[in-house]
């Protein structure tokens, strides 16, 4: 199949937001949906973000000054991007969606501060459009520690298991409470999209199987 775009209608939609852990392949599919289907391509500017390395040295310290930082620069970048239509594009596809920060900091903050940021989060994000489509793409810990590793992200380096499995269960805590959203999970720890035509082209179908019905 030389190009998938002519067996799956992903242009039925029109913002399509992948999500995941720490490693899952979130950009990686998002730069392929977006080459294949003719996507306009919205990326995280996460790596300008001064706050990152600090948080990951000193994590107790940097946490609140990091998701501050991100809820400012995500409101920025997705409202920018959502508001200014290409019309030579079928849809929007982004690597992350604006309700990560809800679930990052509510492991990362104290109760306290949480409670803070929940409330700034719901006043800066009210008026944000939702995703039509909300992928999960789910990895275990241990391939998520080999994709981290790959990438080499020197601040990265040293993130522990529990860190990766605390984010994916806060992940599936909040989508189970999504009931007005549009959420497919895909495991895709036995998969390599990005090495094998098969398993991509396995994966778009699973993607497309989620334009049946809502839900999870």
Not at 129 to 153: H, S, V
Not at 156 to 166: A, F, Q, R, T, V
Request: proline fraction near 2%; charge should be neutral.
């Amino acid at each position: 199949m030389k190009n998938p775009r002519e067996s799956y209608a992903f242009k039925d939609y029109n913002y399509i937001a992948i999500e995941g852990n720490i490693g899952a392949g979130k950009t990686s599919l998002a730069n392929k949906i977006a080459n294949d289907f003719n996507a306009k391509l919205i990326l995280e500017r996460f790596a300008d973000n001064a706050f990152l390395p600090k948080f990951y040295k000193q994590p107790e310290r940097y946490a609140f000054t990091l998701e501050m930082s991100f809820l400012a620069d995500r409101y920025q970048q997705i409202s920018d991007d959502l508001s200014q239509l290409d019309l030579f594009k079928d849809f929007m596809v982004s690597d992350y969606d604006v309700y990560k920060s809800l679930i990052f900091s509510k492991i990362t903050l104290p109760e306290d501060e949480f409670r803070l940021y929940r409330k700034l989060f719901y006043q800066v994000y009210k008026d944000i459009a939702k995703p039509d489509l909300y992928i999960y793409l789910y990895q275990n810990t241990e391939r998520l520690q080999a994709n981290i590793k790959k990438r080499g992200r020197n601040y990265e380096k040293d993130i522990k298991d529990d860190y990766l499995e605390k984010i994916n269960a806060g992940y599936l805590e909040f989508l189970k409470s999504q009931q007005e959203m549009h959420v497919k999970i895909i495991d895709i720890s036995n998969k390599d999209f990005v090495k094998s035509r098969a398993d991509y082209l396995w994966l778009l179908g699973e993607i497309s199987d989620a334009s049946v019905g809502s839900g999870q």
